[in-house]
């Protein structure tokens, strides 16, 4: 924080506008690297709705990689580049209004770096670099953390540069008491203090009469109580009147200290237009998708709302460490020059996925998926997922996505998959038989992405299925049965909610229709049609979930597993997922699920208690349907969203007796089938 405090005088600000500043920052917002959920791709929205946890384990030479901290601060380098703006082309640091230094470490050697000039963002944005918290960022080849690590109170870098009376502050954080040190993480924690501890004895004991020592009492707050800024701001101002006597022997006189302010006052920056875009590959494979979601800001004045929201949407696409970007002067004007970085960790990812359920009474399933994505396969964002699903679904899919067009708006998504999967056969909401249910595909889709919120996509898929009795008579059921399918698939999806995980506002709706012919290479003609909708509501820390699914099929489409799946989770509570089949299906439930804990913590986990009310049901045939056969059943849960994605624990009931027990990872909001 002292650098970005610092750093914010030497350009120009004064004390009350920093303050303001500080005060206005949206910290929590600040530490999320990506944007708000409702401007990312529609692709990786979609992705959220997957069982997965959301670990997303960098896999290169075949060894796993894992980020170099849990927050790589894309927004807080946003925040630096949008605030510095008035001084961007200051290379050496004694040119602003007052000469400023900040020191970082170069984690590779252990040794102090001070920052005298350059790039002022990227210096600051290096000294704030809290190991393991916030990723650590390479500068002029060094990686650089947390100056604080090795120097910090720096007065040896101040005597090298003025031989005035220097006012030092001290906000070191004191030891934790022995009665605290109860963990391998608080010990070692404990040890680090200790040797920062030493270091800046050292340098406090420099000091001379001329010089002063402030030492605020911060109230225990951290080196990461960054939602605290304001709050501190006032114990600083406290420290300095206890001091204020030592402090007035520097003092001038009002005309003269008005002066200084008014020529120190940070500069004006009148916006030009852009005149160009670059945008640096060397360390992007995809750079050619960034230069796409940021053409269109050629030719127009120079807005950080509008830089910031184009690469927003860029990083969104999660291939990405930062994406960084400074104006440039050249010959023909000032343009923008952009360098994307591409995460460390990558470019291939495993992540996977877990859902158990147990109804206590000898029924019980359970779900594992592993995944791997390899991104960057060409410069504008390629990617191949390959997905192995094992448990009461068992599968392989993979699928190959690309973007291309202004923005990389369109896309195309050939992709090929077996599945199988245990499907019992209901009457009177008791099992008769189990088949064991194949399906083999192969498909393309094409879609294009109309806004972040808006998608339209087609497709076309041929596959054979197949289903073996592996419970029940065979006399009075047919043990094996085959059919060829063909189908056209189009639909729509809306989608603006604000978390795929514990939502508070937004909506989602989906409409999808398949179309099964001959024509396409199907034994019979069919058609199906599916409606998703879910609407969520906040009041405090109060959140309401409301969602319908609608699933319909006609004709004689003769496919065992194009019927709906119901069962599970918030899905008839009480059923094992995917219990239900049939030609028809409904389901209405409402979620309530209220924060408990405290939710203003920089790094905290959210959890949730919540409950459910659910009504559905499944039916062969649309002269079934009826109220009077609907299932009614609900939950109660314990959800946790951590920093690997949502985790859920419950006990779900219906009506009908069945219940079970969920330990599941995912979205509440989870796909069809």
Request: glycine share 10%; with cysteine.
């Amino acid at each position: 924080m002292g650098s970005v405090v610092g750093g914010l005088y030497a350009a120009g600000y004064d004390a009350e506008e920093i303050e303001a500043i500080l005060g206005q920052l949206d910290w929590k917002d600040l530490f999320e690297d990506d944007p708000a959920r409702i401007e990312r791709p529609m692709r990786r929205k979609q992705d959220e709705y997957r069982y997965l946890l959301g670990l997303k384990l960098g896999l290169r030479d075949g060894r796993i990689q894992l980020p170099r901290g849990l927050l790589q601060g894309q927004k807080l380098l946003m925040m630096l580049r949008r605030l510095l703006l008035p001084v961007w082309e200051t290379e050496e640091f004694d040119q602003l209004s007052i000469p400023f230094r900040c020191v970082g470490t170069d984690i590779g050697s252990g040794q102090p770096v001070v920052f005298d000039g350059g790039d002022l963002a990227l210096a600051i944005r290096s000294s704030m670099s809290v190991p393991a918290a916030i990723a650590p960022i390479r500068v002029n080849g060094k990686l650089m953390v947390d100056g604080g690590i090795v120097d910090q109170v720096p007065i040896d870098v101040v005597r090298h540069i003025s031989s005035a009376p220097i006012i030092a502050v001290d906000v070191s954080e004191p030891l934790l008491p022995e009665s605290n040190l109860d963990s391998p993480v608080s010990v070692t924690l404990q040890m680090i203090t200790v040797l920062m501890q030493r270091q800046t004895e050292a340098q406090l004991a420099s000091l001379g009469e001329q010089d002063t020592l402030i030492v605020p009492d911060l109230g225990g707050a951290s080196s990461t109580d960054f939602l605290r800024a304001a709050e501190l701001v006032k114990f600083g101002e406290i420290a300095a009147d206890e001091n204020i006597e030592r402090l007035r022997r520097y003092a001038v006189s009002e005309a003269d200290y008005a002066a200084w302010q008014e020529k120190r006052r940070a500069r004006r920056f009148d916006p030009p237009l852009i005149a160009f875009l670059e945008v640096v590959t060397r360390r992007s494979s995809t750079a050619g998708y960034v230069r796409d979601q940021l053409s269109g800001l050629v030719g127009q004045p120079l807005d950080t709302s509008d830089i910031e929201a184009d690469i927003g949407r860029a990083f969104g696409y999660d291939n990405y460490e930062r994406i960084d970007w400074r104006p440039e002067r050249r010959k023909d004007g000032v343009g923008l020059l952009v360098t994307p970085v591409d995460k460390g960790w990558g470019p291939n990812y495993l992540d996977f996925g877990l859902a158990l359920s147990d109804n206590f009474n000898g029924g019980s399933s359970f779900q594992l998926t592993g995944e791997l994505t390899m991104t960057g396969l060409n410069r504008y964002g390629g990617e191949w997922r390959n997905r192995l699903d094992l448990g009461r679904a068992t599968g392989l899919r993979s699928e190959y996505f690309q973007p291309w067009g202004e923005n990389g708006q369109f896309y195309l998504q050939p992709y090929a998959q077996t599945r199988s999967l245990s499907q019992p056969l209901r009457f009177d909401n008791r099992a008769f038989a189990t088949y064991r249910v194949r399906r083999d595909n192969l498909g393309t889709e094409l879609g294009v992405d109309i806004s972040p919120k808006l998608r339209l996509y087609t497709a076309l898929e041929y596959g054979r299925e197949s289903a073996r009795l592996s419970i029940g008579d065979d006399i009075l059921l047919p043990e094996r049965i085959s059919d060829n399918y063909g189908l056209w698939r189009g639909g729509v999806i809306r989608d603006s909610l604000d978390s795929a995980s514990f939502p508070s506002r937004g909506s989602r709706f989906a409409l999808q229709g398949e179309l099964y012919r001959q024509a396409l290479g199907s034994d019979s003609d069919g058609e199906s049609l599916d409606l998703v909708w879910d609407k969520a509501l906040s009041r405090g820390a109060s959140n309401y979930l409301f969602s319908t699914r609608l699933h319909s099929s006609w004709g004689e489409p003769g496919l065992l597993q194009e019927g709906n799946l119901l069962g599970g989770f918030t899905r008839l509570s009480g059923y094992g997922d995917r219990e239900l089949y049939g030609d028809q299906s409904a389901l209405f439930r409402s979620v309530y699920y209220r924060r408990f804990g405290n939710a203003e913590e920089l790094f905290s986990v959210p959890a949730y208690l919540g409950v459910s009310l659910e009504s559905g049901a499944v039916w062969q045939s649309r002269g079934e349907v009826s109220a009077d056969s609907l299932i009614y059943a609900g939950s109660v849960f314990l959800g946790v969203d951590t920093f690997f994605g949502p985790i859920f624990l419950g006990y779900g009931h219906a009506d009908t007796g069945a219940s079970s027990w969920y330990l599941s990872f995912g979205s509440l909001l989870q796909p069809r089938n």
